[in-house]
């Protein structure tokens, strides 16, 4: 059975950085397709960045030079490393993967079958 746990997430001031991590269980993160989603309050829930199975990355316009993911085969672990931090960012961000087939980018959530139970991230001014 798959499982998601994401976890990481806080409160951090404008310019902060934090890192948040999936931990999978169930499933191999080098198949398919694995990334990270976020919903801030009253938007919709969108793809941040995605990792192909190539090990090419994918991520949003508005997180280009500050995010980036990554996995750690060994751990079975997915990763976004979060700089420069901005209030903008401040969501719900939740780890997701889905089997083939899917499409790496732009990431559709219908294409996403197992979910993180989500962690809070709060960026203040």
């Known amino acids: 059975q798959v499982q998601l746990v994401d976890s990481g997430g806080g409160s951090v001031q404008a310019g902060g950085s934090l890192k948040l991590s999936c931990a999978a269980s169930g499933y191999t993160y080098s198949r398919d397709c694995i990334g990270w989603f976020r919903q801030a309050p009253g938007k919709e829930r969108g793809g941040v960045a995605s990792?192909?199975?190539?090990?090419?990355?994918y991520n949003t316009d508005s997180v280009k030079g500050r995010f980036t993911i990554s996995r750690d085969n060994t751990q079975n672990t997915l990763y976004l490393q979060m700089n420069s931090l901005k209030p903008e960012d401040s969501a719900m961000y939740y780890c997701?993967?889905?089997?083939?087939?899917?499409?790496?980018?732009?990431?559709?959530?219908?294409?996403?079958?197992?979910w993180g139970q989500g962690t809070q991230v709060t960026v203040s001014s």
């Open positions: 990792l192909g199975t190539t090990g090419k990355t």
């Open positions: 997701a993967a889905a089997k083939y087939p899917c499409v790496i980018w732009p990431m559709w959530r219908t294409d996403y079958n197992y």
